[in-house]
């Protein structure tokens, strides 16, 4: 597609609960990170994968987050037992490379909301 | 880790001049990037700096000095829509090999008439 695209775009869940979060990246893009964003804060980095491998997952915050990316292409981004403090917009980026100056392009985000 | 610290807030006039600053505190430094995020929406991509020195692209430029670990946005011709989150977002190597791009809280530009 043109841009990067996130399914679905509002997620409303009881506290406990799994979710799935779905990114689409941009055609050939072989970075894809994922960061989670809370109001009036910056992206807070997740993970981010290099073809189908997780690089760095250095940002998850526990075990109840856990992300794949089966065919180097579209990610799933998995939370566990979810808690209200998960509760923020997670964004999805993808990059032609991870290094140098390959910029992110990021998709809308899909909110999700803990009750 | 890296440690990002840049203004939470800043107001400028329509038809000004404004600079945002970042400071950072890294090892690996590999690229400093400056987004822009409107309210509701995702950060776009402004701008890259990875050696010293000022990148212009119209309206907007950004300067990079690695040795103080500091970058500015500088933004000319202000207008109303440029009233937005300004994130500074910097690229590390870490020993692993991994290339982790971390932002900062986002500085709120409020550009008024």
């Known amino acids: 597609g043109a841009g990067v695209s996130q399914t679905p775009s509002n997620k409303v869940t009881e506290k406990g609960k799994y979710v799935e979060l779905r990114c689409d990246p941009i055609?050939?893009?072989?970075?894809l990170y994922w960061y989670r964003q809370s109001l009036g804060q910056g992206p807070e980095f997740l993970i981010y994968?290099?073809?189908?491998?997780?690089?760095?997952d250095s940002g998850l915050p526990n075990d109840r987050f856990f992300a794949v990316r089966p065919e180097g292409s579209v990610s799933t981004l998995k939370i566990q037992r979810t808690e209200r403090g998960d509760s923020a917009v997670y964004l999805c980026?993808?990059?032609?490379?991870?290094?140098?100056?390959?910029?992110?392009?990021f998709g809308n985000g899909t909110r999700l909301t803990v009750t | 880790g890296q440690n990002i610290d840049q203004p939470t807030e800043m107001t400028a006039t329509e038809g000004a001049i404004v600079q945002i600053n970042c400071t950072y505190q890294?090892?690996?430094?590999?690229?400093l990037f400056w987004y822009q995020q409107h309210a509701g929406e995702a950060p776009t991509f402004l701008s890259y700096?990875?050696?010293?020195g000022l990148e212009e692209k119209g309206r907007f430029s950004s300067f990079l000095s690695r040795s103080k670990g500091y970058s500015y946005l500088l933004l000319k011709e202000l207008q109303m829509k440029d009233s937005a989150s300004y994130l500074c977002?910097?690229?590390?190597?870490?020993?692993?090999?991994?290339?982790?791009?971390?932002f900062g809280k986002g500085t709120k530009l409020s550009v008024i008439p």
């Open positions: 980026a993808s990059s032609l490379r991870a290094r140098d100056n390959s910029p992110l392009h």
């Open positions: 055609s050939g893009h072989t970075a």
């Open positions: 994968f290099q073809g189908t491998g997780a690089a760095d």
């Open positions: 890294t090892s690996g430094f590999n690229g």
């Open positions: 700096n990875v050696l010293d």
């Open positions: 977002a910097v690229r590390d190597r870490s020993g692993a090999g991994s290339y982790q791009l971390t």
